[in-house]
């Protein structure tokens, strides 16, 4: 049977705990985001140098370059001149290129580690959590709307006949079965009401 969504139980002593148990979940969650984002802020620094190399192998290689053409331009001796500054120039090109592959991969590898290091300990936790919240609610908006039913009472007592331990209900009366059987409405009410506590309903 569907019902309303029941996310807290009417229980004090049992709301306590599941709120308790929430801002428990939500703390874990937290400190992992920071457990990640320090490893991101770890690895981003390496991305960082590979960006600063880049950069600066590209001024020099915009400078040799600069200077090649400039050497190019003298006469008799531009063009021995200007070999070793190209030549020069191509090799900082390359130093820049590895620069920018360090900081595409450093930058690649700081997400990766990142998820990979936060997100096992958070679904751990937080998928049985939300499992049983989820299955809490459900439960618990089923029990309510069975017993704002016509004849929900008997239906509650009945399931917790069923349901409930046997020195819980020797405690309602010595012959539990008996009473609902009979339909006395002073033990059907005790069943029913041990039923809606065990589902944290009042």
Known sequence: MSG???????TPGRAIVQVVADISVLLWVVAWYYV???????????AEVGADVQGGANGIRSNLNGAGDSAGDIPLAGDAL????????????QIADAG???????TALAILLALAVSVPPILALVVPWLLLRLRFARRAGATAAL?????GADLLALRALANRPMPKLLK??????EGWRTGDPEVVRRLAALELRSAGLK
């Open 172 to 177: 309602i009366t010595a012959d539990p079965l």
């Open 36 to 46: 990640a984002k320090a490893v991101h802020s770890a690895l981003s620094a390496i």
């Open 4 to 10: 309303r969504f029941v996310p807290y139980a009417a």
């Open 82 to 93: 200007a070999k070793p500054l190209n030549a020069a120039a191509g090799a900082a090109q």
């Open 147 to 151: 017993a704002n039913t016509e004849g």
């Open 100 to 106: 920018q592959g360090l900081d595409e991969k450093a």
